[in-house]
Structures are given as C-alpha cells and as structure tokens.
C-alpha cells in the first residue's frame, strides 16, 4: 500500500478522524496530536465490523470472528459455527476440508437465507456429507468456557445432545457497518435503521460532496462492490456522468462447491452457465 500511495501522491495520514462540519474533519493522530483538515470532497469507506452478540461476549480466544478464524495456530478438533450464513459456511467448509468436525447452527429453517432455494439444497446436501452436523432452526442458549474447551447449550427439533464441549466457537451472524463516531451528526448525512449511510446512483450522500462506499454503504458487503462502487464515485467527482448499477456486481459464495446467490440456467447440451444475480 505504502508504494502504491508514493506512485500516485497521496499524502496519507494514519489517524481517527470524524466530521467538524460538512466540508471540515477533526483528525487525532496516533501520538495524540490533534488538527483539522478542510475537503472539497470526501468519500467514506470505513467498512464494517463483526456483528456481536452481548451474551456471547466472552474474554476467550476460543471465541472467534471472522478475522480471528483466518489466523489459527492450529486446526481444532471440534468448530461450532453460530451462523449458517455465507460467512459461516464459507469459513466451516474450510476448516471441515483441513479435518475439523465442524457444527453449524442456524436458527432459521435453512441455510443461506435470501439465496435460492433450489441452490441451497444441492449445497446443503454436499455439506451434510463434510460436516459433523447441521442443525436448523436451533439456537444457543449459553456459552461457558471451561479448561477444556467451550462449553455449548444448544436448543432445537434436531438436538439430541444439548450440552457439548467445542474446541473453538466461530460467531458468524453477519456484519454491522461502522458508521458511527464519524460525527455524522455533524452534517446532513443520513443512515438507515440499520446504520448505513444513504447514498444514491452515483453514490453521493445526502450532503452532495461527501460520498459513501463498500459495507458502510450498504449491502452486498462484497470487496468487488466497494471497489466498483469506489470508482464510481472518483469518476463522479472527476466530472463524468456514471452510476453504479447493482445488477452489474456478480455475488458468489466461495463454499465448495462456490454457489451464487441466483437461480443457474443451463444451456443446452453443452452445460453453459448463467449466474444471476
């Protein structure tokens, strides 16, 4: 990052920073120096965080998020899976593929909710042949850490054994975008009943100037879109007359096998693909 910030002379500043007013920031640096920066424009990509939920809220390394499950040590013997989402499947099966028995829970009656039924069943198949189970419909009541491991009251149809001890617990019941401590209240920007902000086509706020991008834009919270939708937003200010258009971002998930969120038409015999998304 740091070459590529020299190649194209972008004065780039390590710091906090949250609106003063609509075209003012107040920047805190790391060594607690504090200034202000005055923009012209501003687009903000902050991104997202793991969603988390207060009861789970355990001082343990045994309780993982996303980021924390792709920097294991070591491969546990036993994952439970608080999430049948994309998130929680796309991180499972690969930890059911390095010899991981792996359990999802998901409290809805399927995996994946918002993709294609017809999808999520072959996939679901495959999966309930490398994971150690799959329980629908089912929650978790408590989570207690012991010296053994993490110690799981599940509670669903499909749950014979209530109690069962984990090596690892993944939390993955999706992302909330960080949008707050920005100052936004600051300025005329808006976000939504969930916390993302407002934008339109072009990907403008509500205060016309300042643009928003990627997961604190709103969903898919995919790293193409927040790219795509980071051009979008440099050709607006650069003068040019584009909109970004969601139809165009393709979404997959990277399960084995991948699965994209529509529906797949064949065509004819030679087995060609459409994926819509």
């Known amino acids: 990052?740091?070459?590529?910030?020299?190649?194209?002379?972008?004065?780039?500043?390590?710091?906090?920073?949250?609106?003063?007013?609509?075209?003012?920031?107040?920047?805190?640096?790391?060594?607690?120096?504090?200034?202000?920066?005055?923009?012209?424009?501003?687009?903000?990509?902050?991104?997202?965080?793991?969603?988390?939920?207060?009861?789970?809220?355990?001082?343990?390394?045994?309780?993982?998020?996303?980021?924390?499950?792709?920097?294991?040590?070591?491969?546990?013997?036993?994952l439970l899976v608080i999430g049948g989402g994309y998130i929680g499947l796309e991180l499972g099966t690969v930890y059911a593929a390095l010899g991981t028995k792996v359990?999802?829970?998901?409290?809805?009656?399927?995996?994946?909710?918002?993709?294609?039924?017809?999808l999520v069943r072959v996939l679901q198949k495959r999966l309930a042949n490398r994971m150690a189970s799959i329980l629908l419909q089912t929650t978790v009541k408590s989570l207690k850490v012991q010296k053994n491991g993490i110690k799981a009251t599940l509670e669903g149809p499909d749950v014979d054994q209530k109690v069962r001890i984990f090596d690892k617990v993944l939390l993955a019941v999706g992302r909330r975008?960080?949008?707050?401590?920005?100052?936004?209240?600051?300025?005329?920007?808006?976000?939504?009943g969930r916390g993302f902000i407002k934008a339109d086509a072009q990907r403008r706020t509500t205060e016309k100037h300042i643009f928003a991008i990627g997961d604190v834009a709103g969903e898919p919270m995919l790293a193409h879109k927040a790219s795509h939708e980071g051009r979008v937003a440099a050709e607006v200010i650069a003068g040019?007359?584009?909109?970004?258009?969601?139809a165009a971002i393709p979404a997959?998930?990277?399960?084995?096998?991948?699965?994209?969120?529509?529906?797949?038409?064949?065509?004819?015999?030679?087995?060609?693909?459409?994926?819509?998304?």
């Open 103 to 118: 359990t999802v829970v998901e409290m809805t009656p399927g995996l994946l909710p918002g993709a294609d039924r017809d």
């Open 177 to 192: 975008p960080n949008s707050a401590g920005l100052g936004l209240a600051n300025t005329t920007i808006e976000v939504d």
């Open 252 to 277: 997959v998930v990277f399960t084995d096998p991948e699965r994209p969120p529509g529906r797949i038409r064949t065509g004819g015999h030679t087995g060609g693909r459409v994926y819509r998304s």
């Open 1 to 78: 990052m740091g070459q590529l910030v020299k190649q194209r002379k972008i004065n780039y500043i390590q710091a906090a920073a949250e609106f003063q007013d609509n075209h003012t920031l107040a920047v805190k640096a790391l060594d607690g120096g504090q200034t202000s920066l005055a923009f012209e424009y501003a687009i903000i990509a902050t991104g997202s965080d793991t969603a988390r939920i207060p009861q789970f809220d355990l001082d343990s390394d045994r309780l993982l998020d996303a980021t924390a499950a792709l920097d294991l040590k070591e491969i546990p013997k036993k």
């Open 240 to 246: 040019r007359q584009v909109v970004y258009e969601p």
